[in-house]
């Protein structure tokens, strides 16, 4: 199986920061990578596909970056509604694989 | 638009089968574009892929079930299924249903709201 691990597992952060998580894969996942947002009690939603694709309906805000074993997920100006837990998902060998989750909090 | 909906008991004794249902609406679940899956979250944790059914009844389950798991499509309903053999606490999570996305990219764009399931005696 690819693990996922992420960094940081929790960062403190500020309305209009700029936040930056990244995902690293135990082997190549091409840009085979996606990122979902979750909110505490809510299912996750999707952010970004295939590494750096903005999913229909996200905020431009949100961008994604990476190739192979290393990815980012960044926001460029914290909003309130963003405070939640990102993970990353490598869909490029099954199982697909999650990351632990970074928690996003003030 | 496209919605989602586990439905299922919530407590499940040891050794017992757990049976979930996701119900889809406003969209076929017949469509060819995508597959549909179930997906966990133990309490506190991160999550999981349990799984994938197609249209045409093609399956993928996560080798960790260690054969426990089924999913199945009924058309006729515009639902889906998953059943999980043998449960113990270990399998106590959220489980949620999702849809995923046809092509190579396999991502879930589409989540039900999740259901907890409690495995206990």
């Known amino acids: 199986d690819i693990q996922m691990t992420q960094s940081p597992s929790s960062l403190s952060a500020s309305v209009g920061d700029r936040v930056t998580i990244t995902c690293r894969a135990s082997?190549?996942?091409?840009?085979?990578l996606n990122w979902y947002q979750q909110k505490p009690g809510k299912a996750p939603k999707l952010l970004i596909y295939?590494?750096?694709s903005l999913q229909s309906g996200v905020p431009s805000r949100f961008s994604g970056s990476g190739s192979g074993t290393h990815f980012s997920l960044t926001i460029s100006s914290l909003q309130p509604e963003d405070f939640a837990t990102y993970y990353c998902q490598q869909s490029y060998n099954t199982p697909f694989t999650f990351g632990p989750g970074t928690k996003v909090d003030i | 638009q496209l919605q989602l909906q586990e439905s299922g008991p919530g407590l499940v004794k040891p050794s017992e089968t757990l049976s979930l249902t996701c119900s889809v609406s406003?969209?076929?679940?017949?469509?060819?574009?995508?597959?549909w899956g179930w997906i966990r979250q133990p309490p506190e944790k991160g999550l999981e892929w349990i799984g994938t059914?197609?249209?045409?009844?093609?399956?993928y389950y996560n080798p960790s079930l260690k054969s426990r798991g089924s999913i199945s499509v009924d058309m006729s309903k515009n639902q889906f299924s998953l059943n999980l053999s043998s449960v113990t606490a270990a399998d106590t999570a959220v489980y949620y249903c999702?849809?995923?996305?046809?092509?190579?990219?396999?991502?879930?764009?589409?989540w039900g709201q999740g259901t907890l399931v409690t495995v206990s005696s």
């Open positions: 999702a849809r995923v996305s046809g092509d190579e990219y396999n991502r879930a764009d589409h």
């Open positions: 059914v197609s249209f045409n009844g093609a399956t």
């Open positions: 082997q190549s996942s091409s840009r085979y």
């Open positions: 295939a590494a750096s």
């Open positions: 406003g969209g076929s679940i017949s469509s060819g574009n995508y597959y």
